[in-house]
């Protein structure tokens, strides 16, 4: 994918696929921003180059169920502190009001989608939800690379329909940073791993065995391993049809000398 710096966007209108699932506590105040803080100098350079700039974001885990918990208003608001200008804010991300509001905006200004995943077409990567979001920009641009694994409409389907897609400031920086530690690291190298499902990580797991010295597995998918090399587990979360490519990928290490480290 190209840079956003390689495309001419005065004067259109662009898509930005932003990672604002943002901690809050229980009356939906933002206890940590720094995912919005890393997106501010893209969203400011697009701003002074003259584009027309629509924020799109999921937040928690509401289903595909309109949840005013998970509304993304707050983090509209707390980018429109943090820019010193006003991020103007639609309840919901499709349709014709959104149609309308995305018509209305004038160069330089910022408007942020309600919550994609009310609709549930978003993980589901729905190509007329995909379709729908493509025909409110000119061009795309990825820049949350914490959900770019995922093939989900406002990732991956949208992108098909769009005529221009960019990666951002913050997805070539840790794509670079990633490469960094592949292609010239210091050693010894250890690859920290975590989260709730060997599945979504299986590909990386598989992958790091041909470049790194130690790995250390932990969080709940760390119950599975521990699981295939026979240990009880007490009834912890478990994916039972993964337990033999756990126990694979603990071999694997093995034979190649790698460190796997799992907690006890």
């Known amino acids: 994918m190209k840079s956003i710096r390689d495309i001419a966007v005065d004067n259109k209108t662009v898509f930005v696929r932003v990672d604002y699932n943002l901690p809050m506590d229980d009356e939906g105040n933002i206890t940590d921003d720094n995912r919005i803080l890393a997106t501010l100098d893209m969203i400011r350079y697009l701003r002074d180059k003259g584009a027309r700039l629509i924020l799109a974001s999921h937040l928690g885990r509401p289903n595909g169920v309109r949840d005013d918990k998970f509304s993304l208003l707050p983090a509209a608001s707390r980018l429109s502190e943090l820019l010193e200008t006003q991020?103007?804010?639609?309840?919901d991300c499709i349709g014709q009001t959104v149609k309308e509001r995305v018509s209305a905006l004038e160069n330089g200004q910022i408007l942020m989608l309600e919550n994609l995943r009310f609709y549930n077409e978003e993980k589901k990567n729905d190509p007329t939800f995909a379709a729908s979001l493509a025909e409110l920009c000119d061009v795309y641009v990825n820049n949350a690379f914490a959900v770019s694994h995922r093939?989900?409409?406002?990732?991956?389907?949208?992108?098909t329909h769009v005529k221009e897609a960019a990666a951002g400031f913050l997805l070539e920086k840790e794509v670079r940073s990633y490469y960094d530690s592949v292609e010239n690291p210091k050693r010894p190298l250890v690859?920290?791993?975590?989260?709730?499902?060997?599945?979504?990580?299986?590909?990386?797991?598989?992958?790091m065995l041909n470049f790194v010295d130690r790995m250390v597995i932990g969080g709940a998918m760390a119950n599975t391993f521990l699981k295939s090399q026979g240990v009880d587990t007490k009834g912890s979360m478990i994916e039972s049809d993964l337990?033999?490519?756990?126990?694979?990928?603990?071999r694997k290490a093995g034979e190649k000398g790698i460190e796997l480290l799992l907690p006890m």
């Open 87 to 91: 991020v103007q804010f639609v309840d």
């Open 151 to 159: 093939d989900q409409a406002s990732v991956t389907g949208i992108t």
């Open 191 to 207: 690859a920290v791993i975590g989260g709730a499902k060997v599945s979504s990580k299986l590909a990386a797991l598989e992958n």
């Open 243 to 250: 337990l033999d490519t756990a126990a694979d990928i603990i």
